[in-house]
């Protein structure tokens, strides 16, 4: 499994950005796991913040981001997406999203030690 994020760049506070994950490898639509996104700012921890099952798009959110971020998939296009709105300079991270081979309800998926796989990071700025 291949993963490769993108869409990050730089939005003033109060904007929006998609991110969009890319899957290869596997197929989506038929995947036995869950895609979850993470961010880690300079200095800080790995932060865990959505995931959804490939099996039946179940979705699940920290705390920090519920009612900002939402995470969806496209199996036409083998690509998870991070949607956020109303990003706040506190959300400037690099971005990363992971899969595990696993369904959401048999794993810790906010465990970052849980996911077998990594993409690459995209760099997230919010400023004015």
């Known amino acids: 499994v291949q993963l490769q994020a993108s869409g990050g760049g730089l939005v003033q506070p109060g904007g929006s950005l998609r991110l969009s994950c890319t899957v290869s490898g596997v197929t989506l639509s038929s995947y036995y796991g869950t895609i979850g996104w993470f961010r880690q700012a300079p200095g800080t921890e790995r932060e865990w913040l959505s995931c959804i099952s490939a099996v039946d798009s179940s979705t699940y959110y920290a705390d920090s981001v519920k009612g900002r971020f939402t995470i969806s998939r496209d199996n036409a296009k083998n690509t998870v997406y991070l949607q956020m709105n109303g990003l706040k300079p506190e959300d400037t991270a690099v971005y990363y999203c992971?899969?595990?081979?696993?369904?959401?309800?048999?794993?810790?998926?906010?465990?970052?030690?849980?996911?077998?796989?990594w993409g690459q990071g995209t760099q997230v700025t919010v400023s004015s």
């Open positions: 992971a899969a595990i081979e696993e369904t959401p309800d048999g794993v810790e998926f906010a465990d970052e030690g849980e996911y077998d796989y």
